[in-house]
């Protein structure tokens, strides 16, 4: 679902959680990753065991040594050297997107379920013009949450520009606009369509030239709202 979002020089590696085995599912991790969730509760355990599966797998696509995924600032994966990618987790899903960090200058993915968001959180993470948008958009395309794929969509963004920057960005610091593909004539496939993100500050500095906005892609497929951006050096 998240590869058809990005361009074919990034592996992807997807993965349905159910109520497996959690001891096997941990017994996969490196004893420096195991120790990052020893205390944690059985589904995060479970969550973080099944994306560090699907992150090797995509390492193994691309030709290099499966390697623990540790967390760096701020929770950022820390990828082996050569590397740029991705990860995400929601209810029942795990998604890992790698690349060789030649080919992009960063990425970034996230997945949601596809339901509305809890009461009051989107007044908190969106800008009035981008409330505005989002109206325009139910009215003429009621069947998808807009609000989840709009917090899809900042999520994916962060994690684009955390690896360039080393800093927070805040919600209100990226003004993100969606609109949608024609939708299919059989609806089997979902719904499909495009992102920006205008960055609301200095963006980063990539191959001598500053950013000032990000693009991607979303879907919503299968009971999941999922969002990517690959960020090209040219």
């Known amino acids: ?29 490196h004893p420096e990753e195991a120790a990052l969730v020893a205390r944690a509760v059985t589904k995060r355990r479970r969550e973080f065991a099944v994306v560090r599966s699907c992150a090797r797998r995509a390492m193994v696509k691309l030709g290099v040594p499966p390697q623990p995924v540790l967390s760096g600032d701020r929770g950022a994966p820390r990828w082996p050297r050569g590397l740029a990618g991705s990860m995400t987790h929601c209810d029942g899903y795990c998604a890992a997107a790698l690349v060789r960090a030649t080919d992009l200058a960063s990425l970034g993915i996230d997945a949601e379920p596809h339901g509305p968001l809890p009461e009051g959180v989107g007044p908190a993470v969106t800008l009035p013009a981008e409330r505005d948008r989002l109206r325009r958009l139910a009215a003429a395309r009621p069947e998808i949450q ?24 805040d919600f209100s610091e990226a003004d993100i606009e969606l609109w949608a593909d024609d939708p299919d004539p059989g609806g089997a496939a979902g719904a499909h369509g495009g992102l920006r993100a205008r960055l609301l500050v200095p963006g980063p500095t990539v191959a001598g030239r500053r950013v000032p906005a990000f693009e991607g892609r979303w879907t919503v497929q299968q009971g999941l709202v999922a969002t990517a951006i690959a960020l090209p050096y040219d």
């Open 146 to 169: 807009w609000d989840r794929l709009l917090f899809s969509a900042k999520e994916s963004v962060y994690k684009t520009w955390f690896p360039l920057t080393g800093k927070w960005l």
């Open 1 to 29: 679902m998240i590869g058809e979002l990005l361009p074919g020089s990034v592996v992807t590696v997807e993965a349905r959680l159910d109520e497996g085995d959690t001891a096997d599912l941990e017994a996969g991790l």
